[in-house]
DNA sequence: TGAGCACTGGACCGTGGCGTCCAGTCCCGC
DNA sequence: GCGGGACTGGACGCCACGGTCCAGTGCTCA
């Protein structure tokens, strides 16, 4: 589709201004009229630019929240290579969350929009799989760099810290507290940094 | 409500009708009718027993799923008093989330049900008091019964435990992948049973 | 500058799905 | 065995919400 620099404006104010409502009330509980009050927009410009309706902004909903995630955790996420990036990584995503809370683009991205259609569902999965990614590097070197022992599993390790996160952001949405991300993500560095 | 014996059966027909139903599609895409016509009852049976209507009956499926959710612990987590009940504990949570997979009640509970109304949000808050109490008197055991070592912050690692299980179901859902739960609870559990 | 297409506005439509109503049946307690 | 309330059946009403249509407007590029 070609678009103006003025349309790619619009539709990426109706791909924003949905993507916050959804975090605010849950995806279910937006409809397309809430989104066009809220941007400003019309119908027939939300059909122009997601010609599937709804369903096509859920994905790009989706694609927008995943993106978000990575933003969250940048620059350190990209270069998880010493132990202080790893520490810095690690403050970034608790005050990530201490922030928005509940309303965060993972809880909406797990718990609605990949469960949403098979494209969505695609969306998120490439988020964890990038993010899998990137953290096994950081095992990887955190093991050159002798840090930890040699003999850790990488990607199991990577796989624990993500679903450490993924745990601690359930629990926060549904008690309102940091705490167990917080202790988790402790439990699970620790044979990656030692004892903070 | 005064409810014969034969109202009684309806009535749990209908909310576990309901949860089966949510666990395979979600909350969301399943509707009254849907529900009625798997348990082969009528509109205004549902609305004799739920006057408040699908909210209503989405509370009640929620408290069914909470009690599942234990249920499918039981005996173990009545009495973790042993490292041996604390192993036989985890196949049991093992066990359970292979055979469900993604269509287990905690997913629906933690995605859906529980941001449905103010009174599921309770069913489900009250579902983590409860396990996450059984877990703390299982933590406090081991340590009086000396495998814990003493100085194990109780409360955060009973939190690191639950939170580890959340985790994990988020990702099996995401994945599909049962390795993420096994994993984790590998790791939160070896200060507590040391390395199986 | 003007042709054509991207872009915009808003009225309109169909329907899925929640909830209501009422008439009839069955069972419990006296 | 009989009165009344628990229980059942299914037709009906209503409306929120996703999606369509078409007539304009204004940018862009030759």
Partial sequence: MRMTARGAATRLRLVSGAA???????AAETNLDQVLRATATSKSQLFHYFPDGRAGLLVAVSAYEAEQVMEAQRPYVDDLSTPESWRAW???????????????PLGVLTSELGSSSPEARQVVSDLYDRWEGALIAGVQA????GTARSD?????????????VQGGVVMLRATGRLSYLETTLDTTLEPLLGTP
């Fill in 20 to 26: 916050l409502l959804m975090r605010e009330q849950g």
């Fill in 90 to 104: 690690r403050r970034a995503v608790l005050r990530h969350y201490a922030e928005l809370g509940e309303r965060c």
């Fill in 142 to 145: 955190l093991i050159v760099h």
């Fill in 152 to 164: 850790l599993p990488v990607r199991d390790t990577a796989r624990s810290i993500l679903t450490a």
